[in-house]
């Protein structure tokens, strides 16, 4: 069925490096892909987010590269900061009948070590 | 901002009970979707719903069932609560892309 896969599981990294998280997906019809930040004990919220029409956009110290013949997908923070930890989790959409439903990845748990 | 309301943060259930999970959203969302998360399987999808009276299921829909009544109000209904159904539930509403999520509800079932 559809899924997408998200690597690491956990990252730790020095405080000021770069953190890389990557995903893939199975549905080669899936046109946009969200990354999501959750904080301990708050909701998923919307950190970037890129459509299949592009291959890179980024935010300030947040980038998402996508390879969509290889149907995979990345997240990069730069120069990273203590605020950067939690949870991420990478998303794809899948054409569903009317709809389009959003498959999450099981996300990567980053920790900044100062 | 958009603002996506869960009626109740905690619940605590027994095992057979009837569970209703009621979620609001206050921008004319078409979307609407329910999520359970459980630590290392991320956010699994229950149900969703692109319309009034419409609904699909998602990856994991035995034991729920949804209704959408209303445009903005979308309910998560556990028909007789099992322990595994231990769990964060989370609601989200969107119009084309990204996802507004509730705070979510954790329910225990004992």
């Known amino acids: 069925g559809e899924n997408v896969e998200q690597h690491p599981s956990t990252l730790s990294v020095q405080e000021g490096d770069s953190a890389v998280i990557k995903c893939t997906y199975s549905?080669?019809?899936?046109?946009?892909f969200p990354w999501y930040k959750q904080e301990l004990g708050k909701r998923p919220q919307l950190i970037i987010d890129?459509?299949?029409?592009?291959g890179e956009k980024k935010d300030q110290r947040i980038a998402v590269t996508l390879n969509k013949t290889a149907k995979h997908f990345s997240l990069h923070i730069t120069e990273t900061q203590p605020e950067d930890s939690a949870v991420y989790f990478c998303?794809?959409?899948?054409?569903?009948?009317?709809?389009?439903?959003?498959?999450f990845g099981s996300g990567t748990r980053l920790s900044i070590r100062p | 901002d958009v603002k996506v309301t869960q009626s109740s943060r905690y619940l605590v259930k027994r095992t057979g009970e009837k569970v209703f999970l009621e979620c609001v959203q206050d921008?004319?969302?078409?979307?609407m979707f329910w999520y359970r998360q459980d630590p290392g399987l991320g956010l699994r999808l229950i149900y969703f719903?692109?319309?009034?009276?419409?609904?699909e299921k998602g990856d994991i829909p035995e034991g729920y069932s949804v209704s959408r009544e209303k445009k903005e109000r979308f309910s998560l209904i556990l028909e007789s609560a099992s322990t595994n159904q231990t769990s964060m539930y989370l609601c989200?509403?969107?119009?084309?892309?990204?996802?507004?999520f509730g705070e979510g509800s954790r329910l225990t079932v004992l």
């Open positions: 989200a509403s969107s119009l084309r892309g990204g996802l507004f």
């Open positions: 549905d080669s019809a899936s046109n946009y």
């Open positions: 890129i459509r299949s029409n592009v």
């Open positions: 998303a794809a959409s899948i054409r569903y009948s009317s709809a389009s439903k959003i498959i």
């Open positions: 921008m004319d969302h078409e979307n």
């Open positions: 719903s692109y319309d009034v009276k419409m609904k």
